[in-house]
């Protein structure tokens, strides 16, 4: 599932996400993947507040000071069924650190 409704205002100094237009509540859960669109990193959701809010893991690393509105995102929830990995979806903006987290998953998981 890719969530990209509406827009959101992102600040480098909270990880707390607010939405215009979303609705977050019934479509978005922890540990989904956000990401605003055309900034190249993807952050965990650690909890859906309401609708129009979100509270990130943390910051989003290197992001500029300042607030910012009126971006558009993206939210992706696909994950394998056996080791829950990040399953990697067309519009996706970071493959890469989907994949990555996947791959330290896997090496956890490896025996030995």
């Known amino acids: 599932m890719i969530y990209r409704e509406g827009t959101v ?9 607010v939405g215009a237009g979303t609705q977050w509540r019934e479509t978005v859960r922890a540990g989904d993947f956000f990401a605003v669109q055309g900034y190249m990193i993807t952050v965990q959701v650690a909890e859906v507040i309401d609708d129009t809010h979100l509270r990130l893991a943390r910051l989003v690393p290197k992001f500029p000071a300042g607030t910012y509105g009126g971006l558009s995102y993206v939210i992706s929830r696909e994950f394998t069924a056996n080791y ?17 987290r996947a791959l330290k998953i896997i090496d956890t998981n490896m025996p030995s």
């Open 84 to 100: 829950d990995l990040p399953m990697p979806q067309d519009g996706d903006i970071e493959a890469s650190e989907l994949i990555n």
């Open 9 to 17: 205002t992102v600040s480098g100094s909270t990880a707390v996400v």
